[in-house]
Each structure stands twice: as C-alpha cells, then as structure tokens.
C-alpha cells in the first residue's frame, strides 16, 4: 500500500530529519526582539527553500511586522481536498539564559529529549509535517493538495494575521485546516484539543511623584505607586480566585454535564501537576477541577512586575512609577475589546486619588471550540489511533491559538490542532525541549492522516 511505503520511508530517514529539525532551531527566530529581526528573515528563508525542495510553489510574503512564509502545491487535482497547514517560526525570548543547561539555540539531545528554544513550540511540529510530505512524495503524488500558512508573530500575539487572512482569502481556500501548535497529554496517549482560551494582555503603569524620591524623606507621606499597583493587582481576585471586574462572568459559557463528565475522565491529577510545576499547593476558582480551571474557565494572571530599584544591595528609593503585565484567557462568548472595558471599570474605581493609570492593550484574541463529530476530525482520531494503539482523548487547552478563532471566522474553517509537545517540554521556560519519540510518531501520524482523509 502506498501509505505502508511512505511509512517505511519515514521510519529510515529519521536521522536525516532530525539534522533539519536542528538547522532551523539554531536560527533565533525570537519575534518579540527587534535585534533579531534578521534571524526572523533567515527563519521564514529556510522553510521557503525546503518547501521549494519538495516542490511547492512558494512567497515570503510581507507584513507590517515579520513575513509569512505561504507555500501551495495543488497536483492532487480539483477532487481531492485541500488541506491548510498553520505553524509559526517564531519563538519566545531564552531568557533566563543562565537557568540553561545547554545554550538555548544549540540544539542538544540528552536522553530522549532534544533541548533547544522552539523545539517544541513548534519548529518540531513543522518539521515533523515536511518529514511527512517528502515521505509521501516518496510513495507516489500526494494524496490531497496542501497549502502552507507559517507566520512569524504567533509569540507576540499575531497582531498582523487577521488582516493578512482577510487579504488572502482566495489563496488560503481550503476544506480542511491542519493547526500543529497543539500537544498530547502523555508521550503514550494521544489526545485532540477541541477547545482553546482566548487572550486579553495589557500592561497597567502607575504614577506617583514627578520623579523618585527619598523614601526616608518623603516615606509616609506619599503613596507609592509600587505599593499601590500591587494593591490594584491583589483587588482583581477575591478569596475564592474568582476575579472580581465588573461584569467578567456576564458572558461565561457554562460547561454542560456531559462535558464535565467528559472532562472529569482526563488523566490530569492535582498531584502530577504540583510535582510539574514545583508549587506547594494547587490554587484557583473555588467550584471547578484542576481540568476545569486550566482550559474551561477565564483567568487573570500578573505575568511581570517592574518598579524602583532591583540591582544588588540596596537603595532607599520611593519610585515615581510602577508597571505591571496582566493577562488574561478568555473562554467562549468573551472578547478583548469587554474584558478591557471591564478593566478599566473597575481601575476608576479602584484606583486612588493619590497615583494616577494608564492602561495599555499589547494583544488579544478570542477562543475558540472545535466540532468533535466532523469528518476531518474522524480522520485525525483514526491516525492518531493508528499510531499510538489506542483512541485519543478529548481536552481542552488552557493556552491561546489566535489563529483558530480567525481562521473559523474569515475562512469558514474549523482547525484539526494536532501536534505532539508534551506537558513537561517547558514551553516559554528555560530548558525546552522535544521528546524524540514523539516526533517520529509525529512524522507518522500525519502521513496516515493525510490517507485518511480520501479513504
């Protein structure tokens, strides 16, 4: 069977893989820096040449921010699908570099993990699907059409991908969106996200005094700013971790029994989590699971803290300023733009005569719920079930893929998130890295999915 060749293919060539999968994460495609703007460059260059190597007609196309690498090979013809593949080449900041135990754009293998920035979000993913394409070609044509859409901002929020989509509506036509920025829960259990949050980031200052004082002089006095932004910051919760704007659980869609049941089936445990995460305790809105809390329910998170003096020793300083970054993910029915209307509601009323605000949105995106009885979907759980020997499950996932939600409007099109991270790859953290095996399933899970979606 033609699919059995391209398997066999896959399973010789994963050395030759895994050397590729290294080139492209030595690039520090790091978007939110302005320094690597020329990595950026080089990152879409080198997915642009090897999609051409396999025979796709490809553009870097330019954006406001970093380009999009769009790619298309259609020989399939006019009765078979099209399939829409999203990944990005971007990748978050090393910082802190010196909690790395290899340099981060130095990839290296220790066990059976590869240790390097973007190994796993996602150049591994990406690479794992041009694997699968060169392993197809080597069995015969391809057995559906496929369109590349990989960006370069997906880490800063995709600020530019809505209007570049709405731009290229006729060029991303598709029947079926492939999104690889997804994960399974264990290296042995395959599962699907159906269900991701939405985003709302802003960044909140607070002023005080013209400029920094004298605490000594000036303490007792004059309120400051620090003390009063982490006053503001503490407000937004209240004792059973619900966050307190105005109005933030008007909209909230509430999870049905079924899919609480559903939901209550997953692996996850409190205990497998803390031991993950290294915190002492569990923490969040009193009512829900750990499962729930994590990919169901909305959250505010203060994700960095900035005031006064923090270099060695000491200074007695009363800061004029102080700034704080809050996140917040959002959940079916929510949008950006209300969330920050509640945001500030609750700052003029919160907020004292004595300092002043100014809020600031850096991103935001809305969620997004996939069908889980579609026949793409159908061909996933097939391949998947394939690969691993046993049927995936089903969760929902606590991260954001503004992507999806875009795609659902401006397309028509709801996206297969399948992709292969691990719950301990230390995404976003120092030290990620890439289970090995995985990707190989990887590579092979999305061969039989392509078969499956014409069989």
Known sequence: MTVDKALAFAQSHRSQWLDQLRELVRIPTVSTASEHAADMARGAKWIADHLGKLGFSTEIA???????VLAEWVGAGKSAPTLLVYGHYDVQPPDPVEEWQSPPFEPTIRGENLFARGASDMKGQLVAHLSAVEAMQSAGPLPVNIRYLVEGEEEIGSPNMQSFIEGNRDRLRCDVVLNLDSMILRPDLPSIVYGLRGLAYFELRVYGPSHDLHSGQF???IHNPAQALCELLAGMHDN???????????????????EREALAQLPTKDEEVQNLTGAPRMWGEKGYTLVERIGARPTLEVNGLLS?????????VLPSKAMAKIS??????QTPEEVHAQLLEYLREMV?????????????????????NTAEMRAAVRALTETFGRSPVFTREGGSVHVVSVMQALLGRESILMGFGLPDDNL???????????????????IRFAYALVS
């Open 219 to 221: 303490g007792g006095a």
């Open 328 to 333: 917040m993910r959002l959940v079916p029915d």
């Open 62 to 68: 330019p954006t406001s921010g970093h380009p999009v």
């Open 352 to 372: 004292p005569p004595t300092v002043r605000c100014e809020v600031s949105t850096l991103a935001g995106g809305s969620a997004a719920i996939v069908r889980r």
């Open 308 to 316: 006064g003096f923090t270099g060695e020793g000491s200074k007695t």
């Open 428 to 446: 976003h953290a120092p030290n990620e890295k890439l289970h090995l095996p995985n990707f190989y399933r990887g590579i092979e899970c999305y």
């Open 240 to 258: 059973d971790g619900r966050v307190t704007l105005p109005g933030f659980y008007d909209k909230v869609r509430a999870l049905e029994p079924e």
